[in-house]
């Protein structure tokens, strides 16, 4: 894993601390002694994050310090007094729906960029990682996971909905019917169910977290950027193509690779 002794600080602030080494940047929650509990002011900083990345970066590492990627949402968010500086989420929701829309619109801004077709994301998951630390782990393209993960989605038992953008990746992992069970009950999923049934593309032990990652992301960078970066734009289409639209936009991505790679690219 990338240190700050081998890479360049790009900001540390509001529990979020971005480092770049070459084409990786690293993207570390710096909270332990609150279990990375999320805040308003640490959604922002994610935000700025992916909006300070270098051109360079290919490879994105989202990682959490201590013993848990993150337990959540900072149960301060339902408190009379919120945060400093910060609405409470009951002032939030004695407001009109298009205001309360666009604030939960931008909290989602944080979960959003992790998917951009130019860079591919990797969560490195160790302890908790429940409600918005599911949701962020989720945000990423891939998830490597520590053997003491557990990943729960406590909104719904808690009367809220998941609303980090969450959702739609968790069903397209696991399908409806188990992201239903895994949403309703609240239940905690663990290392070897979530590499079973594709929430973790790997799980190793604990100790050996930083090496896997850091090996996937070697292999990420092994292959030419422009194809890994079509690559994923063609999988990301799927869902929303039909199977001879998949076919017709794999044709049109192969011809930009081979005019590219004959030197007759724009």
């Given at each position: 894993?990338?240190?700050?002794?081998?890479s360049e600080?790009?900001?540390?602030?509001?529990?979020?601390?971005?480092?770049?080494?070459d084409?990786?940047a690293?993207?570390?929650?710096?909270?332990?002694?609150k279990?990375?509990?999320?805040s308003?002011?640490?959604?922002?900083?994610?935000?700025?994050?992916?909006?300070?990345?270098?051109?360079?970066?290919?490879?994105?590492?989202?990682?959490?310090?201590?013993?848990?990627?993150?337990?959540?949402?900072?149960?301060?968010?339902?408190?009379?007094?919120?945060?400093d500086?910060?609405?409470?989420?009951?002032?939030m929701?004695?407001?009109?729906?298009?205001?309360?829309?666009?604030?939960?619109?931008?909290?989602?801004?944080?979960?959003?960029?992790w998917?951009?077709?130019?860079?591919?994301?990797?969560?490195?998951?160790?302890?908790?990682?429940?409600?918005?630390?599911?949701?962020?782990?989720?945000?990423?393209?891939?998830?490597?996971?520590?053997?003491?993960?557990?990943?729960?989605?406590?909104?719904?038992?808690?009367?809220?909905?998941?609303?980090?953008?969450?959702?739609?990746p968790?069903?397209?992992?696991?399908?409806?019917?188990?992201?239903?069970e895994?949403?309703?009950?609240?239940?905690?999923v663990?290392?070897?169910?979530?590499?079973r049934?594709?929430?973790?593309?790997?799980?190793?032990?604990?100790?050996?977290?930083d090496?896997?990652?850091?090996?996937?992301?070697?292999?990420?960078?092994?292959?030419?950027?422009?194809?890994?970066?079509?690559t994923?734009?063609?999988?990301?289409?799927?869902?929303?193509?039909?199977?001879?639209?998949?076919?017709?936009?794999?044709?049109?991505?192969?011809?930009?690779?081979?005019?590219?790679?004959?030197?007759?690219?724009?």
């Open positions: 894993m990338t240190t700050l002794d081998d600080l790009v900001f540390d602030k509001d529990g979020v601390r971005l480092t770049v080494e084409a990786v690293t993207v570390t929650l710096t909270n332990p002694a279990r990375n509990a999320q308003p002011a640490l959604w922002r900083a994610l935000t700025e994050a992916g909006r300070s990345l270098p051109g360079s970066v290919r490879v994105v590492v989202l990682r959490g310090e201590g013993k848990s990627f993150s337990a959540g949402l900072d149960r301060q968010a339902f408190t009379p007094e919120g945060f500086g910060e609405p409470s989420f009951l002032e929701a004695r407001g009109s729906d298009e205001d309360l829309d666009a604030v939960i619109a931008e909290y989602q801004e944080a979960f959003t960029w998917r951009r077709s130019d860079l591919v994301s990797i969560a490195a998951v160790q302890g908790h990682a429940i409600g918005a630390g599911f949701q962020l782990a989720l945000a990423c393209d891939l998830r490597v996971v520590a053997e003491d993960v557990q990943f729960a989605m406590r909104e719904t038992s808690l009367g809220l909905v998941p609303d980090l953008t969450g959702t739609h968790l069903v397209s992992l696991v399908g409806y019917a188990r992201a239903l895994i949403c309703a009950t609240g239940r905690f663990h290392a070897e169910e979530a590499e049934i594709g929430l973790a593309n790997l799980s190793v032990p604990a100790d050996e977290l090496a896997a990652v850091r090996d996937l992301s070697a292999a990420l960078l092994a292959a030419p950027r422009d194809a890994v970066n079509e994923k734009a063609l999988l990301q289409g799927v869902s929303g193509r039909s199977y001879e639209e998949q076919r017709t936009a794999e044709r049109a991505a192969q011809a930009r690779r081979l005019r590219d790679l004959a030197g007759l690219g724009d």
